[in-house]
């Protein structure tokens, strides 16, 4: 199983950036996407999960109204509109076969994680 999450950048406030998770050696129907982001001297949070049929997905507070998780075949997006600073951090994506709907934001719940891409919002 491999993840790798792409995208990330030296942003403006209010810029999109579009970051994209491509798995390889699993079948996304069977599994929920994750992701997360960790900011310096901050915990992982998850910013935006997706549920394996995609029945279900979770959004931060933080997030909402202006991130939106998508997928197909072999892909995983995380399509960031309205970037703040506040929104700089390593953002990694993971797969996790037997998270529950309700858990889909707890980090210790995914058992794949991909590298991290960095993304910084400054001006």
């Known amino acids: 199983v491999q993840l790798q999450a792409s995208g990330g950048g030296l942003v403006q406030p209010g810029d999109p950036l579009r970051l994209t998770c491509a798995t390889s050696?699993?079948?996304?129907?069977?599994?929920?996407i994750g992701w997360f982001r960790q900011a310096p001297g901050k915990e992982r949070e998850g910013v935006a999960c997706?549920?394996?049929?995609?029945?279900s997905i979770y959004y931060a507070d933080s997030v909402q109204g202006r991130f939106t998780i998508s997928k197909d075949n072999a892909n995983v997006y995380l399509q960031m509109n309205g970037l703040k600073p506040e929104d700089t951090a390593v953002y990694y994506c993971?797969?996790?076969?037997?998270?529950?709907?309700?858990?889909?934001?707890?980090?210790?719940?995914?058992?794949?994680w991909g590298q991290g891409t960095l993304v910084t919002v400054s001006s």
């Open positions: 993971a797969a996790s076969r037997t998270v529950l709907a309700s858990q889909l934001a707890v980090a210790d719940e995914y058992d794949y």
């Open positions: 050696g699993i079948t996304l129907d069977y599994y929920a």
């Open positions: 997706i549920s394996s049929k995609a029945g």
